[in-house]
């Protein structure tokens, strides 16, 4: 018995509600700055939260698009 799906899955719920906080941020943040920290904030968990789905479902084709959106949405502030 491996801890492998217990910790994918804690690290799924904890990623969750770190994107589902960074979108609260986004939507109510007092400061045009705090808004876009969340939205830079939002595409890096995004991209966790693909790169540990592709390790739950034991894929190679979601790195891929893990990649694609890291390089391609790129930093907000930078």
Not at 29 to 34: A, L, M
Not at 63 to 69: K, M, Q, R
Request: hydrophobic share 60%; charged share 10%.
């Amino acid at each position: 018995m491996t801890i492998l799906p217990y910790a994918l899955g804690i690290s799924l719920i904890a990623i969750t509600i770190s994107m589902l906080l960074c979108l609260f941020r986004m939507v109510v943040g007092p400061s045009i700055v705090d808004r876009l920290l969340a939205l830079d904030t939002l595409f890096l968990n995004a991209t966790c939260l693909i790169v540990v789905l592709g390790i739950y479902w034991m894929t190679t084709s979601l790195f891929e698009g893990a990649l694609l959106v890291a390089i391609t949405t790129g930093h907000v502030i930078d």
